[in-house]
């Protein structure tokens, strides 16, 4: 089974930056994605990492990061220019099979999520 710990938001000021953190336990995922869901929203994929591979939703293109350890058991998100419209709750997601899409229903595991607020 696999486990996943997101930690790293908190509340920051529009073009500030957060680096939120997905730690990865256990065994058999191949890929690991970020997903947020704003207030009154559905919940949306904003970047998945493969090997070899990186993806990234339109919106936060340019201004968010994914990245892995070399262990691959923790993957980062480094938010940078972070807007309003980022505000939300952040979850990291992870699948046995190399999905290359950014669509929830394709990642089983779930983490807990971590706030993140972004306000003047």
């Known amino acids: 089974q696999v486990q996943l710990v997101e930690s790293g938001g908190g509340s920051v000021q529009p073009g500030g930056s957060l680096r939120l953190s997905c730690a990865a336990s256990?065994?058999?995922?191949?890929?690991v994605g970020w997903f947020r869901q704003a207030p009154g929203k559905e919940r949306e994929g904003i970047s998945r990492?493969?090997?070899?591979?990186?993806y990234y939703a339109d919106p936060v293109k340019g201004r968010f990061t994914i990245s892995q350890d070399n262990a691959k058991r923790t993957v980062w998100l480094q938010m940078n220019s972070l807007k309003p419209e980022d505000t939300g709750i952040y979850y990291c997601?992870?699948?046995?099979?190399?999905?290359?899409?950014?669509?929830?229903?394709?990642?089983?595991?779930w983490g807990q999520g971590t706030a993140v607020t972004v306000s003047s």
């Open positions: 990492i493969a090997p070899g591979s990186t």
């Open positions: 997601a992870a699948s046995r099979l190399l999905y290359i899409d950014l669509n929830p229903h394709n990642d089983r595991y």
């Open positions: 256990g065994s058999g995922y191949a890929t």
